[in-house]
Every structure is written in C-alpha cells, then in structure tokens.
C-alpha cells in the first residue's frame, strides 16, 4: 500500500495562510494594532526588576483570563502559565516571552512617545514579546481557531543577567510542564528576519577579593583587592579572542573601597564570558580563572607589609548552555517559510535566549521577533517602533499553527 507523502513546510504555510481562520486571525491583528501598542505601554509601565516580576506576572496571568485561557497562574518559580487546550494533548508548543527586564528596581519605567516610537527602558525587550504573547492568544479566541495539539503560553521570569533562565529551567525540568514539552516558541524583541535556532553559551562570575584594609600611607603595603582586581582585569584583556567562532568577554561591574584615602577591605567584579563555540568557551574559562588567581598571588608576593594575604573567592553566578536546532528541524523549516511567506529574508542567527534551556534538552526551539523595529536595548533610551509589528504576529501565528495543526 502505498502512503501519502508529506506536505512541504512551504506548502503548509500557504494553506494555512489561504485558510479562512487565518485570514480572520491576521484582520484581527490588523484593525486592533492600535490597541495592542497600548497594550505593550501597558505592561512596559509595570517595573519588573530581576527577581522582582511578580505584579508583572499577576498583570499577564489576568489578561490571559480574559483572553479565554481560564486556568492561568503564576507557578511556584513566578512564572505565568496558562494552557490553551487542543483536541489533544499533544503535541504540546511553549510560546513564551520573558517578564523581566535587567534595569534595576526604582528605574523610571514611564513610556514616552517621539512620533512612533516609544521609549522606556525594556520597552522592546521584551514587553513587545508580552504584547505579542496576549496579541496571539486573542486573534485565536476572536477568530474561534482550534487546534489538534495545545499551546502553552508562558511569561517567563529570570532571563536577564543573573536570573540565569531560572524561569525557562524550571518550566522544563521541575514544573508541572516537565517531560511533557514537545517544541519551545520564544518571542525576544523585535523584528521579523531572525530565527534564533543556535544557543550562545555563556558563564558569568563573581570575583570577591578581601583584604584587611588599612590606611593609605601609614598601612600602605599591606594587600590591596582593588590593585588586585585591576591586575585580574588586564590580564583578562590581553586574551586573544577569536574572532570565528566568535567569542567575547566583558567585567559589566566592579565595586570596592570607601575612601580615597584608604585600602579596601573589598573588591568585587561581575565578569561574562561568551562563545559561539563550547570548547572556546572553555579555554576562555580556563585562562580568566588563572588570571583571577594568578593576580591574587602577585598582589601577595609583591606586598613588603605583614599581615594575611588577599582572600579569593571566584564565584560562578551563571551558565547558559550552547546547543543547536537543525535548520532542517519542522519548527525551524516553519519559521523560515513563514518568514519567506510575509515578504521578509529569513537569517538563522545564534544568542542567549530562554530557548537555550530547551535546546540544551534536545526540544526543537526558536526564538522569534514580535515584529516592529528598536534599539539601544538594555539602556536608559532603548526605543520600539511598532510599525511592522503586523508582520511579527502573522509570523508568529503561522509557526504555532504549523506546529500544532489546524482543527478544520
């Protein structure tokens, strides 16, 4: 007997697109981008600081209520979960955007607009995700779409900085969802070329040097965690770095000392190290660790003054783990023929994102853009653009869609 052959990604994107639920889901889209930006302003105005998502995350959880997905709740990491239930059970596609922000708690958070755009500190990275996450789940309850497989909608906490994914590690390898995940769909920004399907791996530390402190000309001699510290940053920065495989290094924060007039008893250093490859990484790693305690030992040896030697300790404070989704893989084939469908170039592209966790499991992730354009992400005047954000959404729809099948 002989068996039907298998559509083409490039095919099932085009009936989804000619369907007539997805024609009802992009008019959806079309005629409330107004309100959608306000949307976004919305949530941009709720400060969520690292480790501090938690009003944030209640916000989202009511919106998903009233986007008709009523068993919404924060789990026991802060995450806001909520499931849109398919015809079955599986397959089952996370679609997430992260809650936080790195800019810390008291940082002014109010959105101004200049024309079109809007400018607050996160307000693309990634409240334009947010707004894409409650986007999608209306245009699907407006346009009455079902689906074969569910969809599990996510606001995840702790992807910036030190949060170190802790909300995308705990969706996946302790939460309710755990072993039951078939593909992750994160939403990070804006744009519509990128497919994230590489993860960039990383490890960040913490550098505490401590001393007995002293005055600056009765005491001076004695060991100084400051000289120390800047020994251990030169030597950081005469690494060769490769330029491919890309890698990169960067000490984001120092702090230590009271006084001008006085050795401090304290210096402390946040360094980040990163690379497209894990066996540089490594060898990165190796060389910063030597140069840290190779820095503390020359302070040691080179202080004439008595007293106890400098105090070291080198404290890891994240690891992000690298790892790749074939470009041949149906989620990353969906997103590039989704991409090529909406009249943009694709380009499969490698970073940090939540979907590294997944990855790192063996479940096929991406992260997409939530349409529109910005900049200067991460700083005080990053700005969003929310022309283009149609494009993101539609992208984003056709993926999940693909992914899970449309109930006819």
Known sequence: MSSVPALSPAVIIGKLIDSRELQ?????????????????????SIPAPPFGEKERAEYLRQRFLGSGLTDAKIDEEGNCVALRKGHSPAPLLVVSAHLDTVFPSGTDVTVQRDGDKLLAPGISDDCCGLAALIAIADALKTSRIETIGSVLFVGTVGEEGEGNLRGARHLLTRGEWANRVDAFLSFDGHGIERITNRALGSRRYRVTLLGTGGHSWTDFGVVNPVHALGGAIARLASYPA?????????????????????????????????SADAQELLKLDAFFRRAVREAAENENDGRHNSGPPLELKVELIGERPSGETSAEAPLVRFAWEATRALGAMPSLDQASTDSNIPISFNIPAVTLGAGGTAGNAHSLSEWYDPRGRDLGLKRGLLVILAMVGLKT
């Open 24 to 44: 009802s889901a992009f008019s959806f889209i079309d005629s409330h981008l107004e309100e959608i930006t306000e949307e976004q302003i919305s949530i941009c």
């Open 242 to 274: 490769p330029k491919e495989p890309r890698t990169t290094f960067n000490v984001g924060r120092i702090e230590g000392g009271s006084s001008i007039n006085a050795i401090p008893q304290e210096a402390i250093m946040d360094v980040d190290l990163r």
